[in-house]
């Protein structure tokens, strides 16, 4: 990464939250409960160059930034359960707990078609499950000059509504495309559903941190991370606490360094990971919506 200093502040998070206010449709009915602000399919992508810092916001303090870490390395090894990911540094989802009974589920289980479930035991018509990270990985140090290193979270056969349904959240993020360009990696993250104030800021510090640990283990410089979202929404009762966050010049993006030792993609928690010059602005309570 660059000197922090050589490091320019970036406005790509503001100005998409500052079109969400000016061009949102209003969407009145929501799984929520509550009014939303919608762009569908009409942000323009995010485009981080990690040499300019990891993007953690700084218009607000995220303190918890080791949680979304967290909440990364547990799906990627497989965590499926409440109870799981709490134990990897994780309690985003203790309000869920019980709402799989329903879909015939355990209480502590998120089910198959859950974020877990389908990136390291995403079922195979010859029967068994395949590791897409294992298969990912293998994929760039064998064959870095294919377009085809892709990775996703849906499982249309467990995430549609209706008697078959086997998840209690379906997936917002993680469909992934790597690409190997002039010695460095390259990510780009499509996210399908994007609470723009709470759950955005966390998904751009997990995504950026899991391409770290890639580029880590396959031993490629880290290029550019791509963040695209096609339905990105601001909820109405956050939107007084937006109009200020948008008044807040953003500032450099700080370091995210990993522990150089581990070797392991899938050893890999959020305690092997350390953040320097992070100089935010102070926190809001923005309210969340599960």
Known sequence: MKPF??????????DRLKQI???????????QGVGALTSFGTLPPMVFDLANGVPLITERKIGFWKKPIAEITAFINGVRTIDGLEEFGCNFWGDYRGQGTKFG?????????SYGAAFHDFEIPEGGTLNQFEQL??????????RTLLVTPWKPYYTARGPQ?????????????????DGKLHMRMDQRSGDMPIGVPSNMIQYAALMLMICQVTGYEPG????????????????????????????????LTLDPNVKDF?????????????????????????
């Open 21 to 31: 206010l000016e061009t949102g449709i209003l969407a009145k009915d929501t799984p």
């Open 137 to 146: 990985i293998e994929q760039i140090r064998e064959y870095p000059t294919i």
């Open 5 to 14: 200093a050589e490091r320019t502040p970036d406005t790509q998070y503001q």
């Open 224 to 255: 550019t991370y791509v963040h695209t979202i096609a339905d990105a929404h601001i909820y109405e009762d956050q939107i007084d606490m937006v109009r200020e966050l948008i008044t807040r010049d953003p500032r450099p993006f700080p370091t």
């Open 105 to 113: 589920l355990e209480p502590d289980d998120l089910g198959p078609g």
């Open 266 to 290: 899938f050893a890999f928690r959020a305690e092997h990971f350390t953040l320097e010059d992070y100089d935010p602005h102070p926190p809001m309570k923005i309210a969340y919506r599960p």
């Open 165 to 181: 349904r086997k998840v209690i959240v379906a997936p917002c993020h993680g469909w992934l495309h790597f690409r190997v360009l």
